[in-house]
């Protein structure tokens, strides 16, 4: 078996697929987009389903299993059949551990796929692995030759964006945590201030 600082470098080409690193896009805004279903579910295990695909296929794609199937770092990962049976697996059994993790992924999908649009020489490749295997039993190609130049991708504009973007909504999010009291408390004392207000009018 090749290590993948070599198995990279030996693959042919066929495609002109770029696909970046996204770590705290996928975090923040994947949380975020997820925001209006989340309600009683686990927050962690929903963070978990926002890297899920990435965190299956990648160590898929540099580990050099299977070649000829695992052409890159979107393969089973980063498909909404996936997505789907994680979805169906949380109403069967009434699981709200399933149902953060596909809506995490949900997230992730839906993410990479807006993002491609913004990506130096933009293709429909990735659209192969997101409905797999009704376009086709292939995976797309990815083009990189090591992991570097795959994590060197972060310092495109898009990339940057998504990753400020996302840093800021976690923080957003922890700081909502660590003082909730206090907005809480905060929030009471307003409603109670107009209440006033409007009793003193009558």
């Known amino acids: 078996m ?3 600082w070599r198995f990279g470098s030996k693959m042919k080409v066929r495609s002109s697929y770029y696909r970046g690193v996204i770590l705290f896009g996928h975090l923040g805004i994947g949380s975020k987009l997820a925001s209006p279903w989340k309600r009683g579910l686990p927050f962690g295990v929903l963070l978990v389903g926002t890297m899920l695909p990435d965190l299956v296929d990648k160590p898929l794609f540099y580990s050099g299993l299977a070649p000829g199937l695992i052409t890159g770092t979107r393969t089973f990962g980063h498909t909404a059949l996936l ?3 994680l979805w169906a697996v949380g109403l069967a059994i009434r699981s709200r551990v399933f149902a ?3 809506l995490g992924v949900a997230s992730h ?3 990479d796929n807006f993002v491609d649009r913004f990506v130096p020489n933009p293709s429909s490749e990735g659209l192969l692995a997101l409905l797999w295997p009704f376009l086709g039993t292939r995976f797309p ?3 990189y030759r090591t992991i570097g130049e795959q994590v060197a991708t972060v310092f495109q504009p898009v990339m940057i964006g998504a990753e400020v973007v996302g840093l800021a909504l976690l923080q957003w999010h922890f ?3 660590v003082h909730r009291t206090e907005i809480v408390e905060s929030a009471t004392e307003i409603i109670q201030a107009k209440r006033t207000r409007k009793l003193k009018r009558y």
Do not use: D, R
């Open 175 to 177: 700081w909502k945590s």
């Open 109 to 111: 999908l839906l993410l």
């Open 2 to 4: 090749m290590p993948f």
């Open 141 to 143: 190609v990815l083009p």
């Open 100 to 102: 953060a993790l596909a």
């Open 83 to 85: 997505c789907a049976t």
